[in-house]
């Protein structure tokens, strides 16, 4: 992952433009997996094996949110924190609540 | 969801078959969901709503998988179960193992 | 695991029996986990060292739901499926809201 | 959750600090509610119930832990940005291989 920058987090510097064709890639390949699933249902597949491949979907997904989110610690996140005050607190609520989400 | 049936678990009886149309439904939404995620990384949407969305697609595969598990333990394992044996533990074991993929 | 009985699942036949003071032993120590991160918290031990004791005491005790799960579809579910009608409805509902709780 | 603070994340400013009492109070119900589990054990109870009590607690500690975590960034994380450079960049890799854990 890359250094923290301090430069605060308008619409051009979101931390995850660094590694955006990285992310469109996997979630490409996520796409065509759930198109894969879609596939076995239409062919009676077996259900353990459509369930083996949703799980494999669901732990990209989560792969993919585990990177932005670390992204957006380092870049909006650090950059709000080093400015301090409301903003700072405000990105950190968002920061947890997607955590939780994530979590949950 | 669907009431216990006593048929063999062949290729035709999978008990997701009752309800395929809905579940590539599903599949169909949550791929236009993921779809919907990269368009929000190509025009370089803010990350925590990103996230947000990342999570609502995982959470609909979840529930996809839950449903397909519920058919499977009432049609393949319930049926399995009844013929006893090997056939049944190894039934057992698959959905268990299949189980613990999807909490993990 | 052990193999799948015919038994109806009464109140003495649960699947768990078997593996009794094996669950016992692990949720001790997941209970002596737990008193383990109350010390860190009274010892202002730093943030990270306790989250990493949680994630532990968590997958511990994922990892006995799973176990009792198991135990509960090769015995009491599976008893029931052999008997088929509402009974064996009722479980494999049962069993798959459980198992959505632990997926959640 | 208490306001972003600018001071260094030495041992005895872990952002939990202010909410440690009530982070005991919560991990003292957990344990007794990891101690009910044994009971039901001991007692041969139903195995849904059992399963229900451990998704409870799993829950409660899930809860915790985010808890945990929210503290973690705005005290120790948002400092350690403020202040950039390597401990930023190590504090944000932890937090973020802290959150990997609990989501997986």
Not at 71 to 78: F, G
Request: net charge negative; charged share 30%.
């Amino acid at each position: 992952m890359s250094e923290v920058t301090g430069e605060a987090c308008e619409h051009h510097t979101h931390g995850y433009i660094e590694h955006k064709d990285e992310l469109l890639k996997r979630l490409r390949r996520a796409e065509g997996q759930v198109r894969g699933v879609q596939r076995m249902v239409e062919n009676d597949d077996y259900c353990i094996d459509i369930l083996t491949q949703l799980s494999a979907v669901t732990k990209a997904l989560e792969r993919v949110a585990l990177a932005l989110l670390d992204d957006h610690l380092r870049h909006c996140v650090a950059s709000a924190a080093s400015d301090g005050g409301d903003v700072a607190a405000e990105k950190l609520s968002e920061a947890s609540a997607a955590i939780a989400r994530l979590v949950r």
